[in-house]
Nanobody, 127 residues
Framework: QVQLVESGGGLVQPGGSLRLSCAMS????????VGWFRRAPGKMREGVSC????????IYADSVKGRFAISRDNAKNMVFLQMNGLTPEDTADYYC????????????????????WGKGTRVTVSS
């Protein structure tokens, strides 16, 4: 099993930046694909960005391309999401997740296999 704990959410003004962090622990987390997902009020959860365990595949939702960047530090078992140019439409609960594989459905990343999730961190973009 893999345990994940997110941090870094908060209130930010439009145009601002936040960096979300996800601490992974458990059984060989470095071999898992990881992703950031979000659920906005009244909407379904969607994939924001995913990164494979070997760093070979990176997926971004069209809505965040050019603004968000996913990264991971396997030595420290950490996953990050740098979010720039935030807009009110980015307001959501953000979740870190891990699974053996990943794929793309339309422009959204989807994790494949037994998945593990953190409890989420809230991002609010408002003036």
């Amino acid at each position: 099993q893999v345990q994940l704990v997110e941090s870094g959410g908060g209130l930010v003004q439009p145009g601002g930046s936040l960096r979300l962090s996800c601490a992974m622990s458990g059984r060989t987390p470095e071999y898992y694909a990881v992703g950031w997902f979000r659920r906005a009020p009244g909407k379904m959860r969607e994939g924001v960005s995913c990164l494979s365990s070997d760093f070979g595949t990176t997926i971004y939702a069209d809505s965040v391309k050019g603004r968000f960047a996913i990264s991971r530090d396997n030595a420290k078992n950490m996953v990050f999401l740098q979010m720039n140019g935030l807009t009110p439409e980015d307001t959501a609960d953000y979740y870190c997740a891990a699974a053996p594989g990943l794929t793309t459905v339309q422009d959204k990343c989807v994790l494949i296999g037994t998945d593990y999730w953190g409890k989420g961190t809230r991002v609010t973009v408002s003036s």
